[in-house]
C-alpha cells in the first residue's frame, strides 16, 4: 500500500516584493519519510520550511495538509533564541515528565537556565519541546549548526529512532556529509526544486546543484559514495 | 533615611499618595518590562512616551483631559509600530518614526498655543508627589489589569519572548496576547508619565528588567526581582528626594542605576 501523503505542495511560488525566492515548488510528503533538505546559502530552505509551517503566506500555489497543524513539530535554529533569555528549561517545556524528556535524555537539565546549556543541550531542549506536542511531522531547521561533532552523531541517533517510530521528518542542513546514513530522501533546492533522490545518490545530487567543484571536494571526503544512474533532474519525483 | 522618618514624611498626605501611586506604577513596569526588553523592544516605551508629549500637547490645546488624549495617541502609535514591522520596516527605525512623530508634534503645538509650556514640564519630568486620589485609583487598576493579563497569558508571553515563530505555532492565544499587550503597554507607559515623566519613562521600563537578569535563575524570578528593585527605587527615591528636596524622577532613574551597577558587579564578582 501506497504510503499516505502528509503534504502535497503544488506550483508554490513565494516573493518579497521583486525578490523571488520559491519559484514552482511541487512536491509530496509522505508518511514514515525522513527527508534531507539542502540547497546553497539563500536558496530559500527557511523560507519553504516557514511556507509550510503556515509562518508566510505563499504568493501562489497550493499546500494541503493531511495532519492538523498542531501535530507539526518545529525545531527552529537555535541561533534564534535571544542569548539572554533568562528561562530554564523545565519553565520552556510543557511538563517536566513524559516521553519526550526520557527519549532526549535532558531531565538533568531541568533545572539549568537555557542560555547555560551547550549546543547539543539546547537542541534536545528544543527537539523535546516539539516532541511533547506528539508530532506526526517533525520540521528540523539547521538543528546541528555549531554543535560539537559528538553532539552531532547523538541528535542525528535520536533522529533515526524517532523516525522508527514513525515521526516524519524533514531535516533542514548543510551537513551533506552524514546524510547517506541517515535520511531516506534528499531533496535539494535553489528557489526552485534542482533534484530529488536517495542519499546514495548524493554525488550526483550535489553535482547538479553546486557544479563540479563542491563534487571532488565531497568525494574526497566521502570516498565510499560513488554516483548511480538513478537521479531524478527538474522536479518533484518519488519511489 | 533614620531622619527621613523621624521628619514623619507619612504624615503628609501627597507623600502618602505618592507612595501609593509609586508602588502601583513600579509594579505595572516592572511585570511588562521584561516582556519589552527580551523582545528587543527597549526603545518602544521611550518612543511611545514621546509620542505622549504630542498627545498631552495636542490635549492641553483641544481642552480634553491630556492624558486621555496621550493614551488615545499612545495606543494608535503602538498599533502603528506593529504594522510598520508587519511591512519590514525595521523596529528601531519604527520607533524612531514615532518618537520624532510625538516631538514634532508637541514642539508645533507649544509653538501656536504660548502658556502652557509649564503644564507640560510637568508631564516632561513627571510630579509624582502631585498625584491625585483619582490618579492612584487609575494606577492600581492599571495594575489589576496587569495582573489579570498575566495570570491569563503568562505562557503565551513566555513563549513569544522565547520564540515569536514557535509560540505562533503552538500556542492559539497568540494574536490576542499581543494584541492586549500592545494596549497595555501603552497604558503603562501613559500612567508611568505621571510618576517619572516623559522622558524617563523608558528608564522604568527597562533598567528594572536589566538588574534582574544580572541576578535571576530562572523567567519568573526575572518578574518578581525586576518588580521589587522597581518598587523598591521608588519608595527610596521619593523618600530621598523629600531628604535632599530634589524632583523624584530623577532620584528614583538614578536609585535603579546604582542597582543596575550593583547587580553588575555582583554578577561579575559571583
Redesign the interface.
Known amino acids: 500500500m501506497a504510503a499516505k501523503p502528509l503534504i502535497s505542495v503544488s506550483n508554490l511560488h513565494f516573493s518579497?516584493g521583486e525578490n523571488t525566492i520559491l519559484e514552482d515548488i511541487n512536491v509530496e510528503i509522505v508518511e514514515h519519510d525522513f527527508i534531507a533538505l539542502i540547497g546553497p546559502n539563500g536558496s530559500g530552505k527557511t523560507t519553504l520550511v516557514?511556507v509550510l509551517?503556515?509562518?508566510l503566506q505563499p504568493t501562489s500555489g497550493e499546500i494541503f495538509l493531511s495532519i492538523p497543524?498542531?501535530k507539526?513539530g518545529?525545531v527552529?535554529q537555535r541561533y534564534?533564541?535571544?542569548k539572554?533569555?533568562?528561562?530554564?528549561v523545565e519553565?520552556?517545556l510543557i511538563t517536566k515528565e513524559g516521553e519526550a524528556i526520557k527519549q532526549t535524555g535532558i531531565k538533568d537539565l531541568l533545572k539549568k537556565?537555557?542560555i547555560s546549556l551547550s549546543g547539543g543541550q539546547q537542541q534536545r531542549v528544543l527537539i523535546a519541546?516539539a516532541l511533547q506536542?506528539s508530532p506526526k511531522l517533525l520540521i528540523l531547521d539547521e538543528p546541528t549548526a555549531g554543535v560539537d561533532v559528538q553532539a552531532q552523531q547523538a541528535f542525528y541517533a535520536l533522529l533515526k529512532q524517532l523516525n522508527k517510530k514513525g515521526i516524519t521528518i524533514i531535516l533542514v542542513t548543510h551537513e551533506v556529509g552524514v546524510l547517506s546514513s541517515l535520511v531516506k530522501k534528499v531533496l535539494c533546492i535553489n528557489h526552485r526544486i534542482c533534484c530529488m533522490g536517495h542519499p546514495q545518490d548524493m554525488p550526483k545530487l550535489l553535482k547538479q546543484m553546486y557544479g563540479q567543484h563542491f563534487i571532488h571536494h565531497h568525494e574526497h571526503n566521502h570516498p565510499e559514495h560513488h554516483p548511480k544512474d538513478s537521479t531524478h533532474k527538474g522536479g518533484h519525483h518519488h519511489d | 533615611m533614620i531622619e527621613a522618618l523621624s521628619y514623619g514624611f507619612l504624615q503628609y498626605g501627597f507623600m502618602q499618595k505618592a507612595l501609593l501611586g509609586g508602588i502601583a506604577i513600579a509594579l505595572c513596569c516592572g511585570l511588562v518590562g521584561?516582556f519589552l526588553v527580551?523582545r528587543?523592544l527597549s526603545l518602544l516605551g521611550d518612543g511611545l512616551a514621546h509620542l505622549a508629549f504630542g498627545g498631552v500637547a495636542l490635549g492641553l490645546l483641544l481642552g480634553v483631559n491630556p492624558i486621555i488624549a496621550a493614551l488615545i495617541t499612545v495606543v494608535l502609535g503602538s498599533f502603528w509600530v506593529r504594522s510598520l514591522v508587519k511591512k519590514?520596516i525595521y523596529g528601531d527605525a519604527a520607533i524612531a518614526l514615532l518618537l520624532s512623530l510625538g516631538v514634532g508634534l508637541g514642539v508645533v503645538i507649544i509653538g501656536i498655543v504660548r502658556g502652557f509650556n509649564t503644564n507640560l514640564y510637568s508631564y516632561l519630568i513627571g510630579s509624582i508627589l502631585a498625584l491625585s486620589i483619582t490618579d492612584i485609583i487609575i494606577a492600581f487598576s492599571l495594575l489589576m489589569g496587569v495582573i489579570i493579563f498575566l495570570l491569563f497569558f503568562y505562557r503565551d508571553m513566555?513563549h513569544l519572548?522565547?520564540?515569536e515563530?514557535?509560540a505562533?505555532?503552538?500556542r492559539k492565544n497568540i494574536p490576542l496576547a499581543n494584541f492586549l499587550f500592545t494596549i497595555l503597554i501603552a497604558m503603562v507607559v501613559v500612567v508611568s508619565i505621571r510618576a517619572v515623566g516623559i522622558l524617563l519613562v523608558s528608564a522604568l521600563l527597562v533598567i528594572p528588567t536589566l538588574v534582574?537578569?544580572n541576578i535571576?535563575?530562572?523567567?519568573?524570578?526575572?518578574l518578581l526581582i525586576s518588580s521589587i528593585s522597581s518598587i523598591v527605587a521608588v519608595i527610596f527615591g521619593i523618600i530621598f528626594s523629600f531628604i535632599v528636596d530634589i524632583p523624584p524622577s530623577g532620584s528614583i532613574v538614578l536609585l535603579l542605576f546604582v542597582g543596575f551597577f550593583g547587580t553588575q558587579m555582583y554578577k561579575k564578582l559571583a
Open positions: 518579497y516557514k509551517l503556515g509562518l497543524k498542531e507539526i518545529y527552529p534564534t533564541i535571544d539572554t533569555f533568562p528561562g530554564t519553565e520552556i537556565k537555557f519541546l506536542g | 521584561p527580551l528587543r519590514n513566555f519572548t522565547f520564540n515563530e514557535l505562533q505555532l503552538s534582574a537578569l535571576s535563575k530562572s523567567f519568573k524570578q526575572t
